[in-house]
């Protein structure tokens, strides 16, 4: 049985991440994955959706030609090519991240963890491919599955998850997305863009739920206008075969009949291992864990989505940095010196069209919790490089205690919003207020002067505020 300081199950953004960092420590690791190195994020989710929403951009501005002066005759595109774009762009990802593996000498074994136990102060970690290993430290990176529905079975042919969607190599001409989040409204924005009747089915009163009620009230305008049906406060009651069609009941008394149909209503955490005389503490299904990312068992550590802390790729990223970290600490006996992850101040991003870009509280949530607060908002509209860019959709809006003007919160939804949440993001994890961001010069012409403007619009001095 081979011997290793560090064993990681799960290869994903968190678990990849985490064992290059402890090599560049000089910690000797295994990483176990099941599939392929870059997880759900490289092969099935994240980079392949941005590939498609590439396309899909490109598509707009090419049939929107006219407005820019260029005259495109006849265009046309081929979902065949796109695909390949999409997989291509996957293979280019992954094969940098296995060649800095072998650069490296990082071991990985392709297998899945069937079991965990413990033998005097080490885990044993047995795999399907009948092997197994032990290691000091251990760290669960297992990630998260697609949810289903009682109603509605996922059979990757007609019914998809997000991750047989992005496998589909022909568009339908109709498509029912069940599930108003993150997912549901990108591949809603993606597939309406190339022609495909969508209708995005949420059960809730509002699309992403989780933003900033403006914010997702004029996400859902801009979706509508582009031609996508949506229906809210709607669930699905039965899901009906007919012929080459999918029937679907929604409670709302309504029905649609589609070609396909995606099911897109959340994740839950993966934590298909048995545990062999080791009890690791979960709270709803998710492995609970303190501010250095340890469970209750002493060297065994949790990231990513199977903790359920704000599933994103670049949330297990950043925990896994955190362990390897701790580890080092622990094995050098050095003090550890870190920053809890403030989850709320992680940014957040919706690919859609326009984007979503978000960090910090939203403005319900700071009026929860503060006493009196401020809001500050800038439209694109009066924006030129927005303007002059041919898009100048959608506002910014700044969220700010009244007392001091400190920056708690930043909502974008608008053109390039997911890069320009990243100066919103470190203006709100440095605590920054209104007065420190009078001291920085904004580049003009700019889409970053939105952001300036919304916030001197905390106390009425926008210069172009209409």
């Known amino acids: 049985m081979n011997n290793y300081t560090v064993g990681i199950i799960g290869g994903g953004p968190g678990g990849y991440e985490t064992a290059i960092r402890l090599n560049q420590f000089n910690i000797d690791c295994l990483v176990v994955e099941k599939e392929k190195l870059g997880g759900i994020c490289l092969n099935w989710g994240c ?72 033998q005097d102060d080490k885990f044993v970690v047995k795999l399907a491919n009948n092997d197994s290993f032990a290691c000091n430290f251990l760290i669960l990176a297992t990630g ?35 599930g ?59 899901c009906i075969q ?30 298909n291992i048995e545990f062999d005389s080791i009890c690791v503490n979960l709270s709803n299904g998710a492995i609970e864990i303190n501010d250095f990312m340890q469970t209750n068992i002493p060297k065994l550590y949790a990231i990513g989505d199977v903790t359920a802390k704000l599933p994103l790729a670049h949330t297990a990223s950043k925990q896994g940095l955190i362990v390897a970290e701790h580890i080092r600490s ?3 006996k050095d003090e550890f010196h870190f920053e809890t992850i403030c989850y709320e101040n992680i940014p957040r991003c919706i690919f859609t ?9 939203t403005e319900q949530q700071a009026s929860d919790i503060f006493d009196e607060i401020k809001t ?64 920085i010069v904004f580049a003009h012409p700019t889409l970053s002067e939105a952001l300036m403007e919304a916030i001197e619009d905390l106390h009425c001095l926008s210069i172009h505020k209409m």
């Open 180 to 238: 108003g989040g993150v997912v549901g409204c990108e591949f809603a924005s993606i597939f309406a863009s190339l022609g495909v009747n969508v209708h995005l089915i949420e059960f809730l009163p509002t699309l992403v739920s989780t933003e900033d009620e403006e914010i997702a009230k004029r996400l859902q305008m801009f979706l509508k206008k582009s031609g996508i049906k949506v229906s809210t406060n709607a669930g699905v009651a039965d």
């Open 47 to 118: 980079i392949p959706t941005k590939a498609l929403v590439k396309s899909a951009e490109v598509w707009h501005e090419i049939s929107n030609a006219g407005s820019y002066g260029l005259d495109v005759s006849a265009p046309s595109f081929d979902y065949k090519k796109i695909f390949t774009r999409k997989n291509e762009t996957v293979e280019k990802l992954l094969f940098g991240i296995e060649q800095i593996f072998n650069k490296r000498k990082i071991p990985v074994v392709y297998s899945k963890a069937e079991s965990i136990s413990k």
């Open 376 to 439: 500050g908002r800038f439209q694109f509209t009066a924006n030129g490089k927005a303007i002059a860019g041919g898009n100048a959709n959608g506002f910014v809006k700044v969220v700010a205690k009244a007392c001091d003007l400190q920056i708690i919160g930043m909502h974008i939804i608008g053109p390039n919003a997911a890069e320009l949440i990243a100066q919103g993001s470190i203006l709100i994890n440095l605590k920054a207020s209104a007065k420190d961001v009078d001291k």
């Open 330 to 332: 622990l094995i050098s």
């Open 144 to 178: 998260s599955e697609p949810k289903n529905l009682p109603c509605i079975t996922i059979d990757e042919k007609d019914v998809l998850s997000s991750t047989g969607i992005l496998k589909m190599e022909e568009l339908p001409e109709s498509l029912a997305i069940i």
């Open 353 to 361: 069209n326009p984007e979503v870009g978000s960090c910090g509280l």
């Open 242 to 271: 007919t012929d080459e069609k999918l029937l679907l009941k929604l409670t709302d008394d309504t029905e649609c009949t589609v070609d396909k149909v995606l099911l897109s209503v959340g994740r839950t955490p993966v934590i």
